[in-house]
C-alpha cells in the first residue's frame, strides 16, 4: 500500500470516528438522566417530572438516529481499508465487536421504541423499564467499545500463531490493563457531556426567561450531579495517565513534550507550555515547573519518566504538537468544567432559592450557554491523544498501522472519503435544523401523564 493511500486511510478512519463519537456520547448521558427524571416522576407522581421526561427524550431520539446512522461507516471500514488488521485480530477484536451488537446494541434498539411510542401505551412501571434498558444498552455498548479500544492499547491474552493473533485468555484480553481506566474516563466523559448540554440548554431558557420554573428544575438537577461528575472525571484522567506512563512511555513522553529522562534521584520537569519539534528531537521554547512532572506522571517526587530521546524515531508517535496541545486542551476544559459547577452552587447558595435571584445572573447563565460545545471538544481531544498517541501501531507492540491497511488505490479511498464527507454534512445539517426546532417549540407546559385505567375484570365462565 503507498504511502498516501495509508494517510489516507487513516485520514477517512478519523474523520468517521470524530463525527461518530459526538452521538453515543451525548445518548448515554441523556438516556442516565432521563432513568433519574423518570424515577423522579414514578416516585413522586408530580407532573413537572413528567414534563421534563417528555422534554428531554426527544433530544435523545432525535441524537441516537443520527448516532447509529453515522456509525455504519466507520464499521465497514474494518473490512474494507483495514483488511490485514481485521484479520490479524479478528478473534478477539471481532468477537468484542459483535458482543456489543448482541448484547448492547440490540437491547438499546429493541427498547427505545417502547421509550420513544410507549407513553399511554404501557403502564408507566413498565416505561420506566424500557427507559433503564435504553440507558443500560447504552453503557454497556460504551463498555465493550472500551474494552476492544483498550485492548488495542495495551493488549493481553493473545499469542501470535501464523499471521493471526489467538485468544489464550479473555480474562486477562478483557481486563487489561488499560481497560478499567479507559471505561470510566470514557464512560464519566460522556455524562459529564450531558449534564453540562442540559445545564447549557436550561441556562439559555433561563438567560431568556421563557419557561424559567420548568427549567431551573433540570438545570438544577443537571448542576448537582456535575458538582459529584466533574472532580470524579478529574481524578479518572489524573490515575489514567499514569498508566499511561508506566504502560505507553512514548504517548507519556509525547503528550508532555518529555525527551530526557530523568537521572535517578531527581524529578521530572514538567513543561506548562511548550512546542516540541520531532526533527530537532526536543521542544523549541519551554515553560517549565521543575520536578513536577515526576509528581503527575507517577505520583512520586523522584519518579523515573522516560523521554522521547529514549525511544527509537520509529516508534514515536507523530504530530507531537497536535499531542501536546490536544491533552492540555482536554485537561483544561475538565478543571473549567468544576470551576463553573462550584461557581454556580455558590451562587444558588446566594440566591436563596429565589429564582429571580438566579436569573438576575446574567453572566454565570451566559457561561453555561456558551460552554455547550466544550464538553464535545474534550471528548475529540481525548480521542486524538488517545488514538494518536498510540501510533506507529495500531496494536500497541503487535501490529504496526502500516501492515494493517488494505491494498487499495488512493483514488478509491478519496472517493469514499469525499462521499461520507457529504454523507456527514447532511446528517449533522439535518439534526440542527430539528434540533432548533425543538428548541423553539420548548416543553409543552399543558401535557398531562397519561390515565392508566385499571383492567376490566373477565367473567369466570361456567360450564353446565
Known sequence: MSFEALNLARGQFAMTAIFHILWPILTISLSAFLLVVETLWVKTSNVIWYRHARFWSKLLILNFAVGVVSGIPMEFQFGTNWGPFSQYTGQFFGNILGFEGAMAFMLEAGFVGIMMLGWGRVPKGVHLFATSMVALGSSISAFWIMVANSWLQTPRGVAVVGDKLVVTDYVKAIFNPDMAWGVSHMWFAALETGLVVIAGISAYY????????????????ALLLLAFVAPVQIWLGDSSGVDVFETQPAKGAAIEGHWQTNAPGTGASWSLLAWPDAAKQRNDWSLEVPGM???????????K??????????????MLPLLYYAFRAMAGIGFLFMALAFWTLYALRKSRGHLEALLAQRK???????????????????????EVGRQPWVVYGLLRTDHAASAIPAGAITGSMIMFAGFFVVLITSFFVFARRWLRNGPDLTLMPPVETAHRAVPHTVDY
Not at 433561563?206 to 419557561?211: E, G, P, V, Y
Not at 519518566?305 to 507523530?318: E, F, N, R, S, W
Not at 450557554?369 to 486524538?384: D, R, S
Open 305 to 318: 519518566v522516560t523521554g522521547m530521546k529514549d525511544i527509537p524515531l520509529a516508534d514515536q508517535p507523530p
Open 206 to 221: 433561563l438567560f431568556r426567561r421563557r419557561n424559567p420554573e420548568f427549567f431551573v428544575r433540570s438545570f438544577k438537577l
Open 293 to 303: 512532572l515526576s509528581i503527575l506522571g507517577t505520583h512520586s517526587l523522584h519518579g
Open 364 to 386: 454565570l447563565l451566559l457561561a453555561w450557554v456558551l460552554a455547550i460545545p466544550l464538553p464535545y471538544i474534550a471528548v475529540e481531544c481525548g480521542w486524538i491523544v488517545r
